[in-house]
């Protein structure tokens, strides 16, 4: 057994997190994750961001006493309830628990809390703006931010500390009087000299990561070419106002198609900010955690990260996701319905659980959090859907979603199988035929799958087209039933080996 009690064959997950009188949850709420990635849809105000900030505090680096009782929701449904906050893991042990009187992680934390805060991330849009946005006129100066969040984690080879603890200790080591005499000074240039060669190990690590992410983004017009930095130092002031650390300084060489912009929040626009600014903060990530095999839980927690951007500018991050963070336990929380159908679509079916989140008025007149579990397999849940409508004799409908069904499923095995299309700026342009042509030129010699793409065939025209849920279509009952049978059929077979 190691890292917290996890055998070395089963990697630590959250199996559920239950949420009591916390914020936008007035009663407690259980979400179920089943040890998956987790991809949460919801309205503003229903109930995500509460998500997003419990599994931020509950997992923090340095837990805050008062983190749960000063986000107490203010109405609970019951007077008596005190706010808590509870997750259960995959590993037998009993579940954490956070409550006003303790946190896990404090005073001797749970290991599983303690392994867990070094190897997780927590980001949301106001986090990406630190990055640009909040430097006004300037050129970004990134030293606060990589010490206190992008590299704070980052270990150094030679003693193991991280720079953040490295830089405490710089800061510990600034004199407490000023002396004409110099040889006191020689602590804090001890502390400063490991700082600045901790910082630059960090650096060199992360690099090369942001430069392959911008890549993975579809960013390719632009890299970091370096990392330009000051070299801290004390800088020995007589008055104590004026002592302190100077070359606090740490720049991002950004070129853009041969072009060096020195302050890229007004030259770059929102689509290349964002992947810019989710390149630093993932590469930090992954530059701080450790490379080496753990069962500790890693767990990633995006929060409307990429709100405002496009189809195009959003699709790369599920490929990043699935390329670099292959063994994290992922949170996805969007308040955007279309990105939500995206990921569903795209995502493997067996590794995530998928939630709508909704805000309901009790009887008493307090608002709560309404959690509706749906299907990760779009493919199959839009199958039921279709027949559903079949069983209300509700046949446009039943037709319009058995198209669908067959599209979404045709979209996303031209995807998984690399079929290649003329290009099209919008992906959704590529027509039905196109799809089902690509995937019989992909199949070529396998006659199972090639049946089952020609019995769709007969019910293209009228069923399986974007007409098809016009109401003045005359249709029977028998070959709607015949079109959602021939789907399910196809899907089976496509998604045999």
Known sequence: MEDGGKSASQPLRIESLSLRAYRAFSAELEIPVHGRNLIVYGENGAGKSSIYKALRDLFARRPRRDALKSNAHVHALDPLLTPRVNVTFNDGRPSLEWTETRHPGLPTADPRVALAALRSSFLDYHALLETNAFHGQHRPNLFDLAIETLLADFA?????????????????????????????????????????AGLEEALDAMLPIINTLLADLGRHEMRIEAFERGTVRYNNSRLKKDRGFAAKELYAKLEFRGYYPQQPQHFLNEARLSALALAFYLAGRLACVPSA????????????????????????????????????????????????????????????????MYEMVAVTGEATPYLRPVPSDIVKATLKQARDFIAQKHLPAAANYARSACELLLRKQCEDKKVAFPYKPDPKKITFEQLKTGLENKFAGDQPKLDALAAITPHQARILNPLSHDPTTSLNEAEVVAAIDAVETLTTALRTP
Do not use: M
Not at 167 to 173: H, K, L, P, Y
Not at 301 to 330: C, E, M, S, T
């Open 156 to 196: 150094d080879a030679t003693s193991g500390k991280t720079l953040a603890e490295r830089w405490t200790e710089t800061e510990r080591a600034r004199p407490h009087v000023h002396r004409s005499n110099t040889n006191y000074l020689t602590h804090v240039e001890a502390a400063c000299a490991a700082f600045n």
């Open 293 to 356: 095999p753990s069962q500790a839980l890693k767990l990633l927690v995006l929060d409307d990260v990429l709100v405002g951007l496009d189809y195009a500018n959003r699709r790369p991050l599920l490929a990043v996701l699935d390329k670099h963070f292959a063994d994290w336990q992922i949170v996805l929380l969007t308040h955007d319905r279309h990105w939500f159908e995206v990921i569903r679509a795209a995502i493997p079916t067996d590794r995530w659980t998928c939630h709508e």
